[in-house]
């Protein structure tokens, strides 16, 4: 386990050592600049701002799940942060000056650690698999759980609001 700091809060057992309580697959992986989580962007906009492309090879079986995909602009991708730790339920970010629950922060360590990305999808090849993105925030050969599209006529919410991080 990593360290914790002042303020944080380990849960009891880690979830990672109890029985699944559902079967989840890996549809395939990303394939992209960042090694390691240290040079990872931290987030969507910070991948953007790189300017570095990145690549999704979904897993044969799947492929044909793909038919359609192409008419979409943006893709929604949940990801399996498998290289996250899973025992906090309340954590200190390193920018914030109070704690805060596990499900109000955007951290990776998570009793689930499934990452949500919203990407641009600059080209699908369907044969081999191949979505090739515009940017994303995760560490090479992470493992994609499922791709959907984005719909900004349902998916975007124009009032949605979060107070500001500073005052936290």
């Not at 987030?43 to 799947?62: C, F, H, K, S, W």
């Not at 975007?156 to 979060?162: C, G």
Request: hydrophobic residues 40%.
């Amino acid at each position: 386990m990593g360290e914790i700091r002042e303020g944080e809060q380990a849960l009891e057992i880690d979830p990672a050592t109890l029985p699944a309580d559902g079967h989840v697959v890996f549809i395939g992986r990303v394939r992209s600049p960042w090694l390691t989580r240290e040079i990872c962007p931290k987030n969507m906009r910070a991948a953007r701002e790189t300017g570095q492309a990145a690549t999704l090879i979904v897993d044969e079986p799947y492929r044909r799940g793909l038919a359609g995909l192409e008419r979409a602009s943006h893709v929604i991708l949940l990801s399996w942060l498998d290289g996250s730790e899973r025992n906090l339920i309340v954590q200190k970010p390193r920018h914030a000056v109070e704690p805060s629950g596990t499900f109000a922060l955007r951290s990776p360590v998570r009793p689930n650690p499934i990452g949500l990305h919203v990407v641009r999808l600059l080209s699908l090849d369907t044969g081999s698999g191949r979505l090739d993105l515009e940017a994303i925030d995760l560490v090479d050969g992470t493992p994609i759980l499922d791709i959907k599209p984005y719909f900004a006529s349902v998916d975007a919410v124009p009032d949605a609001t979060i107070a500001d991080w500073a005052s936290r």
